[in-house]
């Protein structure tokens, strides 16, 4: 129970009808729970005039900590007590399942499978107009943007931007991964990089070697690998041998003609 309940039901006057009512509270709440399920009698709150909620121990395993919440009432100027709901409510030490989050905010990179769809709201921070001002009727002035060659209503924004600059920088394919770290070069020296276009193109680019572990995706140009175009295989270096000024040959031998 919260502390502005446990403050109103102080307020209250606890209606003396309505509290003795334990056992008419009881048989209500075993109609619901069952007799295995209900434990003993945990005290009563008034939750308005003439209005008390008893409160019952839960033997249910599955559900530590809840008990059984009977509201009984009465009328003014009559005695009888009748029985307004039976519910099972959470304690201060229960179980809860987690706050309900949003599908938007649940969804992670990497969660978007074939056939599955991901739109954007109208709002979105990482995408503005693609033209000077917004279009009143996005469909009429599509059609005029296909035909000049524009085609987009809307392109990234300094936020989205951002976002994908601190992104792709900080991940796999930035500088700082244990294989750019050992690379024999930048991605910036490479051959098979390919310039993105823009400003983007300042910081990065798209990998276009296959054997490469990054074939096909964005990596700055401070990236690398070890299938750097320019990559020599690495040869352990010929000791020098020493060797005299001259040669005697000890074994071989010349024939010499008599005269």
Not at 80 to 93: A, C, I, K, N, R
Request: charged content about 25%; aromatic content about 6%.
């Amino acid at each position: 129970m919260s502390t502005a309940v446990r403050r109103t039901a102080k307020s209250l006057r606890l209606d003396a009808a309505c509290a003795e009512a334990v056992e008419l509270a009881r048989d209500a709440a075993l109609e619901m729970a069952g007799k295995d399920e209900l434990g003993a009698h945990l005290g009563c709150v008034a939750d308005g005039e003439r209005v008390v909620t008893h409160y019952f121990a839960n033997q249910n395993a599955a559900y530590q900590g809840w008990r059984w919440a009977v509201t009984v009432a009465r009328a003014p100027r009559q005695k009888h007590v009748t029985v307004d709901e039976v519910v099972l409510l959470p304690g201060d030490e229960s179980v809860l399942a987690p706050a309900w989050v949003p599908w938007s905010e649940r969804v992670r990179p990497g969660d978007l499978g074939p056939g599955d769809l991901l739109p954007t709201t109208g709002d979105d921070p990482r995408l503005v107009p693609g033209y000077a001002e917004a279009p009143a009727d996005p469909d009429e002035v599509k059609r005029v943007a296909d035909e000049l060659g524009l085609g987009r209503i809307r392109v990234l924004s300094p936020v989205g931007k951002d976002d994908a600059v601190f992104r792709w920088y900080a991940g796999d394919n930035g500088p700082e991964s244990p294989i750019a770290q050992a690379a024999p070069g930048h991605c910036s020296t490479c051959g098979f990089i390919v310039r993105m276009a823009g400003e983007l193109g300042t910081v990065f680019g798209v990998c276009a070697n296959e054997y490469a572990p990054s074939d096909g995706k964005v990596v700055s140009l401070d990236h690398g690998c070890g299938a750097h175009s320019e990559a020599v295989p690495y040869e352990e270096p010929r000791q020098p041998v020493d060797l005299p000024s001259h040669v005697l040959d000890t074994l071989g031998f010349d024939d010499i003609e008599r005269l």
